[in-house]
């Protein structure tokens, strides 16, 4: 499967922005996705995750209450809505897929990635 990840950008410290994710190959809904992160110099973070149903969601402490993952089956489509950014929250975003994801999720064991995003808050 082909993951294309769109969405990022510039936004200011307390500002939103929403990233979105499209598999190509077979539906959306064949897998659980996440969204990841990776600084310069960093290991790639896990930072959220969603069920193939949509039941069950994972977050990082550090995005709890202010990211917020969905998905859209029927367009295909998981999204990262991320609000109240901070400037430690830029980094590059990578959407990944694989058949389950738990919370801090080991990326060396994630089958599909795309091609990241980057995300940049200003303070």
């Known amino acids: 499967v082909q993951l294309q990840a769109s969405g990022g950008g510039l936004v200011q410290a307390g500002g939103s922005l929403r990233l979105s994710c499209t598999p190509s190959g077979r539906p959306s809904s064949s897998y659980a996705m996440g969204w990841f992160r990776q600084t310069p110099g960093r290991e790639r973070e896990f930072v959220a995750a969603?069920?193939?149903?949509?039941?069950?969601?994972y977050y990082v402490d550090s995005v709890k209450g202010r990211f917020t993952i969905s998905r859209d089956n029927a367009k295909n489509t998981v999204y990262l809505q991320m609000n109240s950014l901070k400037p430690e929250d830029t980094a590059v975003y990578y959407c990944?897929?694989?058949?389950?994801?738990?919370?801090?999720?080991?990326?060396?064991?994630?089958?599909?990635w795309g091609q990241g995003t980057l995300v940049t808050v200003s303070s």
């Open positions: 990944a897929a694989d058949y389950t994801l738990r919370l801090n999720n080991d990326y060396r064991r994630v089958n599909y």
């Open positions: 969603i069920s193939r149903s949509g039941d069950s969601t």
